[in-house]
């Protein structure tokens, strides 16, 4: 088991950027899955971005590839989610998860990840 806490969340305007951090601490050795996923009011959560941690592969939510960016730094035991041209619609919460699987095909389905960090806002407006 990992624990896991999001930073990063703020307000920003319409085509703006923001970079959200998630520090891992714990078992990191049962943890090769990392993910981003996003809760907007009223909505399920959804996939948002996910990476096979030491160098796997990184795969997004085909709508948001382009404008958001999975990624790590190991010796820091950080994930990172760079998103840029932001949208009012990508408003939401933003969960940082782990677990352990297919590094090379993480899962894309929240039910998938057995870790959960806290959440952190972001709200764009237009």
């Known amino acids: 088991q990992v624990q896991l806490e999001e930073s990063g969340g703020s307000s920003v305007q319409a085509g703006g950027s923001l970079r959200l951090s998630c520090a891992v601490s714990g078992d990191t050795s049962r943890t090769n899955c990392m993910g981003w996923f996003r809760q907007a009011p009223g909505k399920e959560r959804e996939g948002v971005a996910v990476l096979g941690t030491g160098g796997g592969p990184a795969y997004y939510e085909e709508a948001l590839e382009g404008r958001f960016t999975i990624s790590e730094d190991n010796a820091k035991n950080t994930v990172f989610l760079q998103m840029d041209s932001l949208k009012p619609e990508d408003t939401a919460v933003y969960y940082c998860?782990?677990?352990?699987?297919?590094?090379?095909?993480?899962?894309?389905?929240?039910?998938?990840?057995?870790?959960w960090g806290q959440g952190t806002q972001v709200t764009v407006s237009s």
């Open positions: 998860a782990a677990t352990f699987g297919d590094s090379r095909l993480c899962p894309f389905r929240p039910r998938a990840y057995s870790d």
